[in-house]
């Protein structure tokens, strides 16, 4: 029996607010709530509601056959919470199912690991704790921001008490192995799971690409590609988004996505699976060294879409020296810090753009990462006048 893991990743950031060198010290609030509204009643309308209602519908369909697994950013939930309760209530419909497991990451979707451990810890138990009052859960995966992984946060997963954590099955690192099965980290008892980034992919980003020899893509198609996998397991692993927002619905995604769970068990071999069960199911076949930090982001599955050029680069380093005066000041201080750490800020100072970073883009509220650079920038330093006063 070959389990096949579908996750999704659920975020969407905090943008900021236009900022002028001016606005420093003027009191002005540094997230624009307008556009944050505008953004998310976009993605709840054309991805989260019609996605969670498919997926819904799939499970009882089923007889609970088909499983998903989520995890979504504490920074997401706030913003539900506030505005769009309503989308909140249907992850939870699906949560009651058991057909679903969600997974813990950092509270606010940040770079905390390379804030300090200690950062990183309390996101991660922020998150932890937001789970367990929105949903009545306590994650047993951990997924990072942006799967970011390496030997060390494999480690630091485990003293948390993860049983599995989430890796991009990246080949460099895999050599000859197939990302189809579970491993051990090194230095470690924690097993990962490594992204199938070439089936997860062939969703994610190929599927409305029409110089693609595959395409048209359908379910049966799909199974078949499934079926004839070899392993343990097939970690499908995406951005919920890509259901609606990245693939629009005029793509026929959704329509894929309602056909595949009955392709896929017309397989006698091929099961839907949570995270936690194949971990438990399934023995590691080898240890998973990876002593650097790698992402699933971008071609080269690094750090560089954050932290290449010079300009993120200071960005990050006046955030990161912030940390003592924001843990003095403590209250909102500390958490205009924390929404200061959200990947994305980052993301849209990145000067590099591949094929598959465009699909970020109509997300980016600036027009080119200088600007980007200039505005954060800006808050910071407005934040560092509020943090040492």
Request: glycine share 4%; proline share 3%; aromatic share 16%.
């Amino acid at each position: 029996m070959t389990d096949i893991c579908l996750y999704f990743q659920v975020h969407q950031p905090l943008r900021l607010s236009k900022f002028s060198f001016f606005d420093i010290g003027q009191q002005k609030e540094y997230f624009d709530e307008k556009a944050n509204k505008f953004y998310l009643e976009r993605v709840a309308r054309k991805c989260y509601k019609p996605a969670n209602e498919a997926i819904l519908r799939l499970i009882n369909e089923t007889d609970g056959k088909f499983k998903v697994n989520y995890s979504i950013t504490g920074i997401l939930l706030d913003q539900l919470e506030d505005g769009f309760p309503d989308v909140i209530e249907s992850f939870q419909k699906i949560a009651d199912t058991g057909c679903c497991e969600f997974f813990n990451e950092t509270y606010y979707h940040s770079l905390s690991w390379l804030v300090s451990k200690k950062e990183f810890i309390e996101q991660v138990k922020l998150h932890r704790k937001r789970m367990k009052q929105t949903f009545g859960v306590k994650p047993k995966v951990f997924r990072n921001t942006e799967a970011m992984y390496s030997n060390e946060i494999a480690q630091a997963a485990e003293e948390l008490g993860f049983k599995g954590i989430v890796c991009e099955g990246i080949d460099r690192f895999l050599g000859w192995r197939s990302p189809n099965y579970v491993y051990k980290a090194k230095g470690s008892d924690i097993r990962v799971l490594s992204r199938n980034y070439k089936l997860s992919d062939d969703i994610a980003f190929r599927f409305s690409e029409h110089s693609w020899s595959e395409f048209p893509l359908t379910a049966d198609k799909y199974a078949s590609w499934l079926s004839s996998s070899q392993g343990d397991c097939i970690n499908l692993f995406m951005d919920y988004e890509t259901f609606g927002e990245h693939q629009w619905q005029e793509t026929g995604i959704f329509n894929f996505l309602s056909y595949l769970p009955n392709e896929v068990l017309k397989h006698k071999h091929l099961n839907f699976a949570l995270a936690s069960d194949i971990i438990k199911n399934h023995m590691p076949r080898d240890e998973f060294d990876v002593p650097g930090i790698v992402s699933w982001a971008d071609v080269d599955r690094d750090l560089s879409a954050w932290l290449e050029n010079r300009m993120q680069q200071q960005a990050f380093s006046e955030l990161k020296n912030l940390e003592p005066h924001a843990r003095k000041a403590k209250g909102k201080v500390l958490e205009d810090w924390r929404r200061l750490q959200i990947s994305d800020h980052f993301y849209y100072m990145c000067t590099k753009w591949f094929a598959d970073g465009d699909v970020h883009k109509y997300f980016n509220p600036y027009e080119n990462p200088y600007d980007a650079f200039i505005n954060y920038m800006n808050v910071i330093n407005d934040l560092k006048k509020r943090a040492e006063n």
